[in-house]
């Protein structure tokens, strides 16, 4: 594969504002500043310089292999990076360059203004700003979903539509899926971006159906609202399942769009083959442009997720402290995160020392810790509200018992090491129960203290 000269040039100069943030200016300017792109072929990217010694200075400060990274990850693949000596480069070639590089500076502050307007006058999209690609670390557990996410952004509806993304809780399924929403709005600014959750669409669903007198206007104005778009993002389809109104809505609309050449993408907790009651006729389309899959993290990439996050907020933390929080928390970023802010933000107020016996007390996780069992939870959580331990396995569904199951799940999930699966099958219940059960729990207590209050109340029963 080959580029042409332009190409090659604004992806260097992307390259170019990522690495300069850093690297010392000291090294910057002498020794990366003057490098000279020259060509990107069969996956190498090859730069000039005209001193000899850059090569060697750029190697030994491992200045080489971050610039690899960040045109691999430009580039959605791995590339490889070779600076070549060319004595005759001349000062004309290297002035020539930067008068580019400050061209396209000035683009971009151009497309910024133009971008902040539009985002303006679109509806709001409801993109979170932090889910984008710059702040997305890259491991061999999503390279591939990341690869797609990328191509589609950058071709919406052409390549892979839709694209399906699906892997566990925490993942990153979410935040890829924003940032190709991200990326269209700013790339593709004449696009119109949807973001829904499956829920919500359920909900809106809803509602148009009972929408007074006027069926047809409501059910008319809930299909523009989601035909009208050029990329359209469904977040957790897995909770369609059962729901056979929303499922034909869900059809009809996928049918609107991808005739139109739309670009759909899709996540799920898992493949469309396990969603139940999914007709085939939806499962075939789901299944008709690219699936891919996100996989828990390994140790690396935990720990360069942790130093992602503490770069973007200027902190330091210690390399014992990161291996500690990234060996704790294996298999679920958003819980890794989570650890991270509790850690950060006591920090910031108790003005303590970040060390692995403080990030233990932060935790609260303590050396001889005592596995808890799902049945332990279970039996507080009964105590506590003063109700049959099996009433919480029931089926009943009065509102007390449901909060109380909700609660007993969501507290299996934070303090046993049990998967989804294995907590699904203990209360007798699917697994996208589970996972909602978790995150209601998790949203209320955001906002409702007393809430809050019960359930480190039943927490602490447990640790005693
Ligand atoms: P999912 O939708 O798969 O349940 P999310 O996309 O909501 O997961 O991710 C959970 C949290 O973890 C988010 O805050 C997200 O930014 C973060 N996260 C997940 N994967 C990564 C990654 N590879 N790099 C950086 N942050 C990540
Ligand atoms: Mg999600």
């Avoid at 034909?248 to 899709?266: C, D, R, S, Y």
């Avoid at 996989?295 to 990161?322: F, S, Y």
């Amino acid at each position: 594969m080959s580029m042409d000269m332009t190409e090659i040039q604004k992806i260097w100069a992307s390259v170019i504002k990522q690495i300069k943030t850093e690297i010392p200016e000291s090294s910057f300017n002498p020794w990366i500043a003057p490098l000279v792109p020259k060509s990107y072929e069969d996956g190498k990217f090859c730069v000039l310089t005209g001193q000899s010694f850059a090569i060697q200075f750029l190697r030994l400060k491992k200045y080489t292999n971050l610039i690899e990274d960040t045109l691999s990850k430009e580039l959605g693949g791995h590339v490889e990076f070779e600076i070549l000596c060319d004595e005759q480069l001349e000062k004309k070639q290297i002035k020539q360059f930067q008068k580019f590089l400050a061209q396209e500076e000035q683009n971009e502050k151009n497309e910024t203004s133009k971008y902040d307007n539009l985002k303006k006058m679109q509806s709001a999209p409801k993109l979170n700003l932090k889910y984008k690609f710059e702040n997305f670390v890259v491991g061999e557990n999503t390279k591939f979903a990341y690869a797609a996410s990328t191509s589609v952004a950058k071709t919406p509806g052409e390549k892979y539509n839709p694209l399906f993304i699906y892997g566990g809780a925490g993942l990153g399924k979410t935040h890829l899926m924003q940032a190709i929403g991200h990326y269209c709005l700013y790339h593709h600014p004449e696009l119109k971006v949807k973001f829904v959750k499956t829920e919500e669409f359920v909900n809106d669903l809803i509602a148009s159906i009972h929408k007074g007198m006027d069926k047809n206007a409501g059910m008319s104005a809930f299909r523009q609202k989601y035909r009208n778009v050029d990329v359209l993002l469904i977040d957790d389809i897995q909770f369609i399942e059962g729901k056979e109104r929303t499922v034909t809505e869900i059809f009809n609309t996928f049918e609107a769009l991808h005739n139109a050449g739309k670009q759909i993408v899709i996540t799920s907790d898992r493949e469309p083959k396990y969603i139940q009651n999914l007709p085939d006729r939806l499962r075939s389309r789901f299944e008709w442009g690219l699936m891919v899959d996100v996989q828990p993290p390994d140790l690396e990439t935990r720990m360069a997720i942790l130093c992602k996050l503490a770069r973007n907020d200027n902190i330091t933390l210690p390399p014992e402290v990161t291996e500690f929080l990234a060996k704790t928390y294996s298999n679920n970023v958003r819980e890794l995160e989570g650890a991270y802010n509790r850690v950060t933000a006591y920090v910031g107020v108790c003005n303590i020392e970040l060390n692995i016996d403080s990030v233990k007390q932060i935790l609260n996780i303590s050396d001889t810790e005592k596995q808890i069992m799902l049945d332990d939870v279970v039996n507080t959580v009964a105590d506590y509200f003063k109700i049959p331990a099996k009433d919480i396995k029931s089926q009943t569904r009065s509102q007390k018992l449901a909060n109380a199951r909700q609660i007993a799940i969501y507290i299996c999930r934070e303090l046993t090491d049990f998967s989804l699966n294995e907590i699904g099958t203990f209360f007798e219940r699917k697994h996208p129960t589970i996972i909602y059960s978790c995150e209601k729990i998790q949203e209320d207590m955001q906002t409702n203290t007393a809430l809050k209050n019960i359930v480190n109340e039943i927490i602490k029963k447990l640790k005693n």
